[in-house]
């Protein structure tokens, strides 16, 4: 292999993953440094009861990302990541007779929310899906591919045709709103409102764009053999193979730059790593924070704390359930979601009757295939990205526990947290986990149509220096931060190649 550049990769998130296996396999001599003592970034597992659970993101779509990356690799995805498809997305519920599941066939969905709803509310249902369709297909190529878009050269793009696509799409309408456009049934528009949550958003602010998410998860969702750490594992693995060198338990303290363009990084114990390129992997928010070097603080702008996306509550546990039938996916809803995202993004404070998501991890589609005992669950709510000035002391985090397991008691699902081995991660510990964030687990909240175009690109006006990871273009989730190292990468090797002589 001809090595052609030093780099540095600052995190192993999956977006910094990609980036050192992208470039790896390119010829450059790449050393990714992370804090933690292990791949995957916010794509963690937590042990309960001596068994691990995913305590990150837990749904997998888009696996052409993937196919993408390790293909390029040499390797075939579907032999490295053991997969397998789920037919029922979600299992929902609003009350113990009122329950609705999702199906990857549209048809299915259509037909079960006909039962639910009624014939017209189904129909709104397939126009929907098209819509969401359009968006997508309108979105792809020059969004969320594009290294750097820009209303301007979205609409360039476009051309005349694509306008009249754009505007179809409602960039300008929130999603709650549009969503009123093929649903009465206010719990029909609570579900597919959940989407906004998706990029950390509330639907009462975010674009109307975000139903695109009902396109991507009808293309397929799918659960990772070994759970969404694994992908993690194989793409250190893969990366290794390629010649990248990993060091974990290393924090950097500063991306140092001399004489106008970055020459490598120190880390905390003082030793420095020379590197002609750094791609940091880290919420924005850190770097604007000066927490890697003043030299590099400005290249991004700080959030304020009212921009943030939200943080959660999360209790991993290993605990005997009763009653409700979980599939893999379940969200149990709250009686007014308006005032539940009020809490949340006008109050600053834990919702008092809160949307919960119950991940059972040791199940997939049939409820009744489950053998019983300790099953492996993460139970989630949302919650205020304020863990930089609140703590969430004991009395906070026990109310919320107690809201949150009596919203499931109510809804049909008993847990047994008496004999349950449980680790609570609250906004406050997700600040430590991901620094000058306030425990924001997805960067900036998409509200507002212009939210997306405010985020970073990967390329700073620092020569030599990348942005990639979910705080970034194209934007959160495991598949969008893959695709932020992938254009980070990419963008590396041309600034690259175009400066050699």
């Known amino acids: ?64 990302v993937f196919e993408r990356v390790f293909g390029d690799a040499g390797r075939v995805f579907s ?3 053991r997969l397998k498809p789920l037919s029922i997305l979600a299992r929902h519920a609003w009350g113990t007779d009122e329950r609705l599941d999702l199906f990857a066939s549209v048809e299915q969905s259509a037909d079960a929310i006909g039962d639910f709803a009624g014939a017209r509310e189904a129909a709104g249902f397939r126009q929907f899906c098209a819509r969401a369709r359009d968006v997508y297909q309108t979105l792809e190529e020059p969004f969320i591919r594009s290294p750097q878009p820009t209303p301007v050269s979205l609409a360039f793009s476009a051309g005349l045709r694509g306008l009249t696509d754009m505007w179809r799409i409602s960039p300008f309408s929130t999603l709650w709103s549009a969503l009123g456009e093929h649903f009465q049934d206010a719990r029909l528009r609570q579900l597919f409102g959940r989407y906004a949550t ?16 009902a396109h991507v998860e009808q293309d397929g969702v799918w659960v990772i053999e070994g759970g969404m750490y694994a992908l993690a594992k194989a793409l250190e693995s893969v990366a290794q193979e390629n010649g990248a060198r990993f060091t974990y338990g290393a924090e950097v303290e500063e991306v140092v730059v001399r004489s106008g363009r970055v020459s490598g990084v120190r880390l905390r114990n003082g030793d420095v790593i020379e590197a002609d390129n750094v791609i940091v992997n880290a919420d924005t928010a850190a770097v604007a924070a ?67 998501y119950v991940c059972a991890q040791d199940r997939s589609d049939d409820a009744a295939a489950f053998a019983g005992g300790r099953e492996r669950l993460l139970v989630l709510v949302n919650a205020p990205a304020t863990g930089d000035v609140d703590q969430f002391t004991g009395a906070e985090a026990a109310v919320c526990e107690d809201h949150t397991f009596a919203r499931l008691e109510r809804l049909g699902l008993e847990v047994d947290r008496t004999s349950a081995e449980t680790v609570l991660t609250t906004p406050a510990e997700f600040h430590d986990l991901f620094p000058a964030t306030g425990g924001a687990l997805y960067g900036a909240a998409s509200h507002g149509w212009m939210a997306s175009f405010s985020r970073p690109g990967g390329k700073t006006r620092i020569p030599g220096l990348y942005l990639a990871g979910g705080s970034v273009h194209p934007g959160p989730g495991v598949p969008m931060a893959a695709l932020s190292g992938w254009l980070a990468a990419a963008q590396l090797a041309v600034d690259h190649n175009s400066t050699r002589v």
Not at 322 to 338: A, D, I, T
Request: proline share 7%; with cysteine; hydrophobic share 45%.
């Open 1 to 64: 292999m001809n090595v052609t550049g030093r780099v540095v990769v600052v995190g192993a998130g999956v977006a910094g993953l990609v980036s050192a296996l992208e470039l790896a396999r390119a010829g450059f001599d790449v050393h990714v440094v992370e804090r933690q003592a292990t791949p995957g970034g916010k794509m963690r597992q937590v042990f309960a009861g001596g068994r691990p659970v995913d305590a990150g993101p837990t749904v997998f779509t888009m696996r052409w």
């Open 198 to 213: 998706y990029c950390g958003s509330s639907p009462f602010d975010a674009p109307a764009t975000l139903m695109l998410v």
């Open 79 to 81: 032999e490295d990541v």
């Open 290 to 356: 000066g927490l890697l070097g003043p030299s590099v603080a400005a290249t991004v702008s700080p959030l304020r704390r009212d921009q943030r996306s939200l943080s959660a509550m999360t209790w991993v546990m290993n605990a005997e359930t009763r009653g409700f039938p979980l599939v893999r996916h379940n969200v149990f809803f709250s009686s007014n979601y308006q005032a539940e995202f009020d809490d949340i993004f006008k109050r600053s404070r834990l919702p008092r009757e809160p949307t919960v």
